[in-house]
């Protein structure tokens, strides 16, 4: 099956379905990161992520995170075992420096992320790191980010 880009590139990061896990500890910690080339996403591109996060044993909750450069784009607290997936978008808007940042499930929206979206200034002209994180609300909780699919899209 080929893929029509009708004249738009897509280029597609190496898909992960590494079992990212944690447990024993309460403290934000890293499972993820990939590294956002400068100027890939040029004035107008946009990134498209998809997570699916599994958590078990979190009746105390727990906290998944993406971040994009410095800034957190969402987080969201739940507090009962499940399985979560989430896609965003980062969609720079005319400019290297600005971005629109929008989440495809607003019902469970990501803090931050309100319906109409969360405006950034990552200077995306340089090399950016998206960083998958989570916090556990108990030291037997277990949180696993399960797979990452991050697609750029050019206009």
């Known amino acids: 099956v080929g893929t029509t880009t009708y004249g738009k590139p897509v280029y597609v990061f190496p898909s992960d379905n590494t079992e990212y896990s944690i447990t024993g500890t309460t403290t934000r910690t890293v499972l993820k990161t990939l590294t956002i080339p400068g100027t890939a996403m040029g004035t107008s591109g946009v990134l498209r992520i998809n997570t699916q996060w599994d958590i078990s044993l979190a009746g105390n ?31 720079n808007r005319g400019s290297t420096t600005s971005q629109i940042i929008n989440s495809s499930n607003m019902a469970t929206a990501y803090t931050g992320l309100s319906t109409h979206g969360l405006k950034t200034t990552v200077n995306t002209a340089i090399n950016q790191t998206l960083s998958f994180d989570i916090t556990l609300g108990s030291t037997t909780a277990t949180g696993k980010l399960e797979r990452v699919t991050i697609e750029l899209l050019q206009p």
């Open 61 to 91: 909750g727990f906290t998944p995170f993406v971040k994009f450069g410095a800034v957190d784009i969402g987080s969201i607290s739940l507090s009962a075992d499940r399985t979560l997936m989430h896609e965003f978008y980062i969609a």
